[in-house]
Nanobody, 114 residues
Framework: QVQLVESGGGLVQAGGSLRLSCAAS????????MGWYRQAPGKQRELVAS???????NYLDSVKGRFSISRDYAKNTVALQMNSLKPEDAAVYYC????????WGQGTQVTVSS
């Protein structure tokens, strides 16, 4: 069994920063890909950032230059540093991890006030 536990969401003013963290536990010690999706009310879930084995990263165009994903292989964690937050970044952020299948965290709410 694999569990992903997120932390770090909350309320922040526009222009502020938040750091999301996700810790994986269970039978898999190393995933091929770890990253973050988000879903705002009435919108489809979208990929925000991913970090693949070998350190390849990928970002949603609208967050490039503002968000940064990092990964600690030893601790099996992934983090998302979010700077210069905008109201349109508000959503539930979901951590995911993939190795033959995809595992999901429970989601953490990010609210950005204008």
């Amino acid at each position: 069994q694999v569990q992903l536990v997120e932390s770090g969401g909350g309320l922040v003013q526009a222009g502020g920063s938040l750091r999301l963290s996700c810790a994986a536990s269970g039978k898999i010690s190393s995933f091929h890909v770890m990253g973050w999706y988000r879903q705002a009310p009435g919108k489809q879930r979208e990929l925000v950032a991913s970090h693949s084995a070998g350190s390849a990263t990928n970002y949603l165009d609208s967050v490039k230059g503002r968000f940064s994903i990092s990964r600690d292989y030893a601790k099996n964690t992934v983090a998302l540093q979010m700077n210069s937050l905008k109201p349109e970044d508000a959503a539930v952020y979901y951590c995911y991890a993939s190795l033959m299948r995809t595992y999901w965290g429970q989601g953490t709410q990010v609210t950005v006030s204008s």
